[in-house]
Structures are given as structure tokens and as C-alpha cells.
């Protein structure tokens, strides 16, 4: 009798470092699952403008606050490590300027990032349709909208 696939692992750690309310444990929990396609360690912090800013440029030589950034390790034992920051000023400002509920928009940044983490990436055509194409299975899935959709209002 053959055995079922052993699901994918998910060792998570979250750290607030900003001054914004952030999604409860379980619910990021539930939403890194859903965007596992094997075992990953991960740190989510979430961090406020000047933070976010000053990794954005020491790390991109981008000058600025971004929503997210991904930072991968490699592998090890357990499978792919790395950080995920969530700027949450960032992140608010721009669910407010999408109409979108801003759970959502976080919904959608931290399976942004867990991708990332797993090796997708969007620096050309092909790859950013089939990343988008991840994303958005992944989030119907979790309930929420296409959020490249131009209609998106939730």
C-alpha cells in the first residue's frame, strides 16, 4: 500500500515591529500553508516606514518604503529559510488606494512573499504571469479575489 505525500512543513515565526495592529498568528499561519509547495522556515516581520525603508535601500538601493520584501536563505534540512518584511504603512496606504479591505491586501503580500521565498519571481513576462497565476489560485482558494483584477473590491 502505497503512502500519501507527507504535506509540506511550516516552522513560523512573526515579530511585530510596528506600531500598526497586524493579523492574529493563526490566520498568517493559514495563509503561508496555503502557499507552501514544500517545507519552509519563515520569519514574518512587520515594521513600520523608516524600517522598511532603510532594508529597501540597503538591500535594493531602492530609497524608499516598499509593501513587501523577501529575503531568501537557501536551503537546509527543513527546506527554503528566509524573512519576510510587511511594511504596514505601506501596505495600508495602498489597500485604501485599491479599494481593498486591508486583511486582504496582507492576505495577498504575505503568499507574495512566501513565493518569493520558493523561488518565484516576476522580472520578466512569463514569469510574472505564472506567478500571478500562484497567487491567485492560491487567495481563491483562502476566499479572496483576484487581486489583479481591475474589478477587485474586496
Request: glycine share 8%; hydrophobic share 40%; net charge positive.
Amino acid at each position: 500500500m502505497k503512502s500519501l505525500p507527507k504535506a509540506p512543513t511550516l516552522t513560523l515565526f512573526v515579530q511585530q515591529a510596528s506600531s500598526h495592529p497586524i493579523p492574529v498568528r493563526a490566520t498568517l499561519r493559514r495563509w503561508a500553508l496555503a502557499a507552501l509547495k514544500g517545507n519552509v522556515e519563515v520569519t514574518l516581520r512587520f515594521v513600520d516606514t523608516r524600517e522598511g525603508r532603510a532594508l529597501n535601500r540597503d538591500f535594493r538601493g531602492k530609497d524608499y518604503a516598499t509593501n513587501v520584501l523577501t529575503f531568501p536563505y537557501g536551503r537546509n534540512g527543513l527546506g527554503c529559510t528566509g524573512d519576510i518584511v510587511l511594511c504596514m504603512p505601506v501596505l495600508l496606504r495602498e489597500a485604501k488606494a485599491q479599494h481593498k479591505l486591508w486583511r486582504t491586501h496582507c492576505a495577498h503580500l504575505v503568499v507574495h512573499g512566501l513565493l518569493h521565498l520558493q523561488g518565484y519571481d516576476h522580472e520578466n513576462d512569463r514569469e510574472a504571469q505564472k506567478m500571478e497565476a500562484r497567487e491567485t489560485a492560491i487567495l481563491a482558494h483562502l476566499g479572496y479575489p483576484d487581486p489583479y483584477s481591475d474589478s477587485f473590491r474586496g
